[in-house]
């Protein structure tokens, strides 16, 4: 295959790819290097589904060409844990069943961990407009915002 061949970073590791400049990030994530977890909602950035870290920005993977990745580095769901060892996010989100059909779940996990990197102690407020970028159609948000109301607590040792 022809294509723009890209090296870049994804969860730490070296990876490299050839991609059509027509190709976003998020095809390229789901289908040339099997990093099934950013799911495509809407395919126009509005949904957040497809959200990943982008050189340390949250983006919407639909949003970006896969070329753009080149000397980048990427961080995915599928990067968020250590190991076996689930993030406390990921923990919370289970206990709080903050998450049913999954399709916007590793967006939401991508934003509130960015979201808590910039601001370890969010208010209420602070978390539902840290999280406006993602949509969800069956949670109602409530459990997702205690969720990371929990996470905080747990992380400050509360």
Do not use: W
């Amino acid at each position: 295959m022809s294509g723009i061949a890209v090296s870049t970073t994804i969860n730490g590791d070296d990876v490299e790819y050839l991609c059509q400049a027509e190709e976003t990030l998020l095809d390229v994530l789901r289908d040339r290097l099997e990093l099934t977890g950013a799911k495509e909602g809407c395919g126009t950035g509005d949904c957040g589904a497809c959200s990943v870290m982008f050189d340390g920005r949250l983006v919407c993977s639909c949003l970006v060409l896969g070329a753009e990745a080149d000397g980048c580095e990427i961080e995915t769901i599928e990067g968020m844990a250590n190991g076996e060892e689930l993030h406390p996010l990921q923990t919370k989100f289970i206990e709080h069943a903050a998450l049913q059909c999954g399709i916007c779940t590793p967006g939401f996990l991508i934003a509130a961990k960015d979201l808590l990197e910039r601001n370890p102690n969010p208010t209420e407020e602070e978390i539902r407009f840290g999280l406006a970028g993602n949509l969800c159609r069956c949670t109602g948000y409530d459990k997702i915002v205690r969720a990371m109301q929990d996470t905080v607590k747990e992380m400050k040792g509360v």
